[in-house]
């Protein structure tokens, strides 16, 4: 049983359609995480939380937003979504005793 | 600032051949190192981890040794199976500062055939 749900596994939209992808965790970890992979593979962090009501921008520039007003709750945003935004999308928790624990990930086309 | 590199793949290995995959970092200070690997379709799960120099990690037949020396963290098995097939991620992750972040290497590809 998954401890870190990642909503819709698939998601095929149209250029300019605001989107959010859900991410939740049962496991009351403070820090959380979105990578966005590419299909060559590279994964790359684009937010990250280290609790409610902190978010912080990652190594990779990204036109998406995030809150955490929850613990368990970190949603990725879309205002307006294009094609270069197709990518699969990553959630993951960390506990520093358990370490990093990933969603499913949600595969992500914009035509 | 931190880096991994692994070797490029894909790589393409017969049922029960023996398996080495390597990934080399750079860190400032004493990062843990992890291999974690995605199956078709799915997320990533950890496969194994280290935390200290001299360190082994070991799972499901997998092993990688924490080498400071070489700054190095190969994965290896010695008898691959075809369920085996999957990408194969080395990261590090820095225990300085509160950030914990994770840096990926770019994944192997890892094709095992009857």
Same mark, same amino acid.
């Given at each position: ?111 | ?56 990690? #070991?799972?499901?037949? !997998?092993? $990688? ?5 070489? %700054?190095?963290?190969? =994965?290896?098995? *010695? ?5 085996? #097939?999957?990408?194969? !991620?080395? $990261? ?5 500062? %509160?950030?914990?972040? =994770?840096?990926? *290497? ?9």
């Amino acid at each position: 049983e998954a401890d870190i749900y990642q909503t819709p596994r698939y998601l095929v939209i149209g250029t300019g359609k605001k989107i959010t992808l859900e991410c939740s965790q049962t496991m009351g970890h403070d820090k959380m995480y979105w990578y966005q992979q590419d299909p060559g593979m590279e994964l790359h962090l684009i937010h990250y939380s280290y609790g409610v009501n902190s978010t912080e921008k990652g190594d990779l520039s990204s036109e998406s937003t995030v809150s955490r007003i929850r613990t368990e709750h970190f949603p990725l945003t879309l205002e307006s979504a294009r094609p270069s935004h197709t990518s699969q999308y990553l959630c993951a928790t960390n506990d520093r005793g358990h370490g990093y624990t990933f969603g499913s990930g949600t595969r992500l086309t914009v035509v | 600032g931190n880096s991994v590199t692994q070797m490029e793949g894909p790589v393409t290995l017969s049922e029960e051949a023996f398996l080495t995959i390597n990934c080399t970092y750079t860190a400032t200070g004493y990062p843990s190192l992890f291999w974690y690997v995605q199956y078709p379709g799915e997320g990533l799960q950890l496969l194994l981890k280290a935390t200290k120099a001299d360190d082994k990690g #070991s799972n499901k037949g !997998f092993e $990688a040794t924490y080498r400071k020396e070489t %700054t190095s963290f190969h =994965l290896e098995k *010695g008898s691959v199976q075809v369920s085996d #097939s999957a990408v194969y !991620f080395c $990261a590090l992750r820095s225990n300085t500062g %509160t950030a914990s972040k =994770l840096t990926f *290497g770019t994944g192997t590809r890892l094709q095992v055939t009857l």
